[in-house]
């Protein structure tokens, strides 16, 4: 087995337990492992800021971060978020996405994410509850000649359920739809997602794939703990999710994460 020279990490789950508070031990790992000049990378549909906030209380400044499933990559240095590389929706298909939105949904919330923006047309009770979530609040602007890494389709469950089901009719070749709850409906470039991630990462690192390591705790996690050296599941994990990990750790309340960079990385 390689030796691991390169960490990534999922956020929700993982890094986080299920009282949303991070894992109390891996801050000193952390340490360890920047003195080992091991990188320990966050990897979550999250924006660029709202990674920023866990990667703080781990002292994992200047550190790159996969955002938007791996959309965005970069790091922030002096408070500026500094791109390594990037996958923004099909302009074409974003407009005509937002066109199908207004005319045929006008009641889903829709939400669109640009670098480090996060862009309504209006404030509706939907965006008041994602802004009390994430702690943040986002620009009111239209969506005209706007790029984006991220939409985020917010509504009752069965509003975005029959959405879901329009779009996979319509023809969006480059264009991803995944639910990431009943009720939020995400939308990417096809080509994104954290296996992508892991393999720019570790391109930019000049590592090999079988020198990383990625943990993780649901379905979307998948791909990246089937493509790294070692991929480790979490306890709380769906049992199918850990049948395509290499490894299984503790679950998110008994540090996990800790747990698993203890045996298979500071062994």
Partial sequence: MEK?????SDIDGTVLDSKNNVDFQLREIISTLREQSIPFVLASARSPFGILSVAEKLGLENVPMA???GALLGNFKDGV???ISEHLINTEELNALLKLLSKKFPEISVNLYYGTEWVVEKLDKW???ESEIVNSIPKID??????????????N???IKKLFGVLQNENFKDTDFYLSKENYLEVTANNVSKEHALKELAK???????????IGDNFNDIPMLESAGIGVAMGNAPKEVKSHATKITSSNDKSGVSLAIKTYVLK
């Fill in 142 to 155: 239209t969506f005209i000649e706007k790029k984006a890494h991220k939409l985020l389709l917010i509504g």
């Fill in 4 to 8: 691991i020279k390169l960490i990534v």
């Fill in 67 to 69: 955002c938007y499933n």
């Fill in 204 to 214: 930019h690192y000049k590592l090999s794939l079988a020198e990383t390591m990625t």
């Fill in 127 to 129: 965006v008041l509850i």
């Fill in 81 to 83: 978020f500094y791109n």
């Fill in 157 to 159: 469950s069965k509003e």
